[in-house]
């Protein structure tokens, strides 16, 4: 059984581009959520997505934008890319509320660095 | 908003000794806490997940309380390997969620 995967491992972009992250969730779940780890600190909730909408929001701003597929597989844009935006991006999937567990199970990340 | 807080921020002991990790929250409105080992540069593993209405999680040489009314978690990890070198992470779910800065563990060979 895979466990969460995301793609790519490693990115380096300029400041101003844009970036597509992509994740694909544990077999079995349908929730999926972002987190943006900067160095030295804990996770941060970016969005979660179920049911192809995003159903909860962290406090970033609208240039983090995201998309969730039938299959439940998910992406991560983040547009006009600044220096700040430097992070280990983490992907999370857990079953759907129809569960009786929010166990969340983590991806290995993608580490997008800015220059 | 819900603030997490872990204490100690780094902590090194040699192998063999029992480790104690603390984590306090702000608000108590949660449906469960989930404890994490994170690997430098890696994802996060999860180690145990507390629902709201449980005091207490084991597995192995780990076991994990949880006081709702006190806001306060403490994550146990008995008889301390090199292995358990790592970065030790908890979070509060409140349909997201909320993590502490975490705790680094270097246990002495």
């Known amino acids: 059984d895979a466990g969460v995967t995301q793609s790519p491992t490693h990115l380096i972009k300029t400041r101003g581009q844009q970036v597509t992250l992509r994740c694909s969730p544990k077999s079995g779940h349908d929730t999926v959520s972002w987190y943006q780890q900067a160095l030295g600190q804990g996770p941060q909730f970016i969005f979660q997505y179920y049911e192809e909408e995003e159903r909860q929001r962290g406090n970033f701003p609208d240039r983090f934008s995201g998309h969730q597929f039938p299959n439940y597989s998910s992406e991560l844009n983040v547009n006009a890319l600044l220096l700040g935006d430097s992070a280990l991006y983490l992907c999370a999937s857990s079953p759907g509320l129809e569960s009786t567990s929010y166990e969340q199970y983590f991806g290995p990340g993608t580490r997008l660095t800015v220059t | 908003k819900q603030e997490v807080t872990q204490i100690p921020a780094a902590l090194s002991v040699p192998e063999g000794e029992n480790l104690v990790l603390n984590c306090s929250f702000t608000d108590s409105a949660i449906y469960n806490l989930q404890w994490f080992r994170q690997d430098p540069g890696k994802g996060l593993t999860s180690l145990l997940l507390?629902?709201?209405?449980?005091r207490e999680q084991t597995s192995g040489r780990l076991n994990a309380s949880l006081d709702k009314s006190s806001g306060r978690s403490t994550l146990y990890i008995a008889a301390s390997q090199p292995g358990d070198s790592a970065t030790y992470l908890c979070a509060v779910d409140d349909y997201k969620l909320s993590f502490g800065a975490g705790t680094t563990v270097t246990v002495r060979a």
């Open positions: 507390i629902q709201s209405s449980q």
